[in-house]
């Protein structure tokens, strides 16, 4: 029960590879409850449209919930790339139809290299901020974001196609 109620209630605020810390140490405290209700809901929420919009899709429905509790999950780790990432390559017709699939890998590696640098940068050496590692974890979140649409659109595609 502990366990749970760590994540849930995001006591911690210890910098991650996700989002979330950095949004509520910024944060006032009267709002925290509120947007903790928020970003825990998100991918909850996402999961009933996802579902029926792509009822003949299982194996493309759980990617995309997988990647969405990646995206969103208060305490990421690089481990929570796994998952999505080991079925990526059932979805070889997706994958087919991104013409910008070097910009993805060359951006995802430059990221996943970037983030620790940044983050040794500003603990380990004291040379720098948070907003350095932050501005990291923020263009992952984008890459995210810009890929998880190219992979719905094309899925999309391909239904229209069928």
């Known amino acids: 029960v502990r366990v749970y109620r760590f994540s ?13 810390w950095y949004f509520f140490t910024e944060m006032f405290d009267a709002f925290r409850p509120f947007f903790t209700f928020v970003f825990h809901s998100f991918a ?5 449209p996802t579902a029926l919009r792509f009822r003949n ?3 493309f429905v759980t990617w995309v919930q997988l990647y969405i509790s990646c995206m969103f999950k208060p305490y990421a780790c690089v481990g929570d790339l796994v998952p999505w990432m080991t079925l990526l390559p059932l979805l070889q017709q997706q994958l087919q139809c991104i013409k910008t ?5 060359n951006s995802f590696v430059l990221l996943v290299v970037l983030g620790p640098a940044m983050w040794h940068q500003w603990i380990v050496v004291d040379a720098a901020n948070s907003n350095f590692f932050y ?6 979140g984008v890459w995210y974001t810009v890929f998880l649409v190219q992979m719905l659109r094309f899925t999309v595609l391909l239904d229209r196609r069928l």
């Open 8 to 20: 849930l209630l995001l006591e911690d605020y210890t910098p991650t590879i996700g989002l979330w």
């Open 44 to 48: 909850v929420i996402l999961a009933v």
């Open 101 to 105: 699939g070097l910009f993805f890998v």
């Open 135 to 140: 501005s990291i974890t923020l263009l992952l």
């Open 57 to 59: 899709r299982p194996l």
